[in-house]
């Protein structure tokens, strides 16, 4: 695997709290990505980031907020969990983002009662 | 506005059935085409990128090939452990971030 955890990787919450997942990687890869995978949808980006603090939204971004204050972090914030974020969050990582492959983590369940 | 569709949504072989999936693209401009299978539970794993049509590789039983509308994945005399979903994804050159789209993939299902 390439070096990339995500944490934690299984959580429970109630509506209206607040989440936050981690992913972390080992690999200096400039690009990081969050996307979720629901059934009957394939993986959809969420946001992504081109840099430190350099961040940008994706196809289903509402309701979500992301921060990169390193190169090995990469934070998904869900400001006020809703039944609907109920998902598998997935990061991926890339050293280029060009054409260049995207590895991915393990991921996180994420249940929001 | 890109898509991308695999087909078919499930597919069950006996081990040494050989059979192929598809991935049927419309996208302005492809940078490339990737292939990914993924195990219950984990993340996608890479398997192939192909960047222009005509183009083919392989990788022990699996052999992906490229046209300008869609990629197969051949499988030949697949085994057991080759039973995973295989995801199709698509990178444009608009898309944000280099983002890729993907398919809803395809469920294998090799039985001995």
């Known amino acids: 695997d390439a070096g990339i955890t995500q944490s934690p990787r299984h959580k429970v919450t109630e509506t209206g709290t607040p989440v936050t997942l981690r992913c972390h990687q080992t690999?200096?890869?400039?690009?990081m990505y969050w996307y979720r995978q629901d059934p009957g949808h394939g993986l959809r980006l969420i946001h992504y980031?081109?840099?430190?603090?350099?961040?940008d939204k994706g196809e289903v971004s509402d309701g979500y907020s992301v921060s990169r204050s390193k190169t090995e972090d990469f934070l998904l914030t869900l400001e006020s969990a809703t039944s609907s974020q109920t998902s598998v969050y997935f990061c991926?990582?890339?050293?280029?983002?060009?054409?260049?492959?995207?590895?991915f983590g393990p991921g996180t369940r994420l249940t929001v009662l | 506005e890109d898509q991308v569709t695999q087909s078919p949504e499930a597919l069950r072989l006996q081990e040494g059935e050989s059979s192929s999936l598809n991935c049927s693209y419309t996208?302005?401009?492809?940078?490339?085409l990737f292939w990914y299978r993924q195990d219950p539970g984990k993340g996608p794993e890479f398997l192939f990128t192909?960047?222009?049509a005509g183009e083919e590789k392989e990788k022990e039983r699996l052999k992906a090939t490229l046209t300008k509308k869609e990629s197969f994945l051949h499988i030949t005399a697949p085994k057991p452990e080759d039973s995973a979903t295989y995801l199709c994804?698509?990178?444009?050159?608009?898309?944000?971030?280099?983002?890729?789209?993907f398919g809803k993939g395809t469920s294998l299902l090799v039985t001995p």
């Open positions: 994804a698509v990178q444009a050159y608009s898309n944000s971030g280099y983002a890729l789209n």
């Open positions: 690999e200096n890869h400039r690009y």
């Open positions: 996208v302005s401009g492809l940078r490339g």
């Open positions: 980031s081109y840099g430190v603090k350099d961040t």
């Open positions: 192909l960047y222009s």
């Open positions: 991926a990582i890339s050293d280029r983002g060009e054409t260049d492959t995207q590895y």
